[in-house]
């Protein structure tokens, strides 16, 4: 059904297979088509460092045929990937897409938002310079594109496994190339998160008591220490209670 869709808008790759498209209203009229493309190969056939999967971006206008506008080969360890259901925000800048990528691992960072900017005629990624920061969804965007992710610093670090490891929200502003690190403006949010969290752990030191959910009581305390340093508070202030659980 998409691929009959997109051959109505004059689009058609007979030799490759379709792994996603999404569909934006264009600041300047028309419509905006974000489409994944890889190699269509027997999986048992696949290399096994991956395909590369290819995403490429049209404008529609009207009723007439779509143009091709630029497209980028992602790296092949990107294993699945899609636009986003509504693919494209539009910046100052230019239009941002959307790619939803995922190497089919088990990790924090190994399912992502994965954005790219349109910029000479080229699709180029837009992602943070901490390489521990995975990505996850836009959350504003007017007046200041605001993309929230999670960082891994503490992702399987003894004592933690994978599921319980301790993370806090990233909140990450675009500055037409690069995305910088907004936190400071989302302190309210980081104190209600640990505002909640508060009676959370006194359930989990409750089970500690008894030698239960150890790791996990840790895990949170951690989590809710580094909301509230997020949320301004000192660490003079806010180790206190940590120490305590």
Known sequence: EMAAALVADGIAEPTLALTGVGRSAAAKGGEWLVVGWRPCLDPSKEPEEGLSTTITLYHKAGTARATLVASIALPQVERFVSPSEDPVVETPWGPLLLIEAATGGNCWTCEKLLPLRLA?????????EDRRIGLREVTGSNPDIIITGIINTFESY??????CSPSTTVYMRLEKDRLVEACDRFRSLYADDSAAAQEELEDFAAAAQTGDDGVDLLSRALARLLDRLNGGETASAALPDFMAM
């Open 120 to 128: 000479g005629g080229r699709l180029l990624p837009v992602e943070p």
């Open 158 to 163: 003894g004592p933690f496994c994978h599921a």
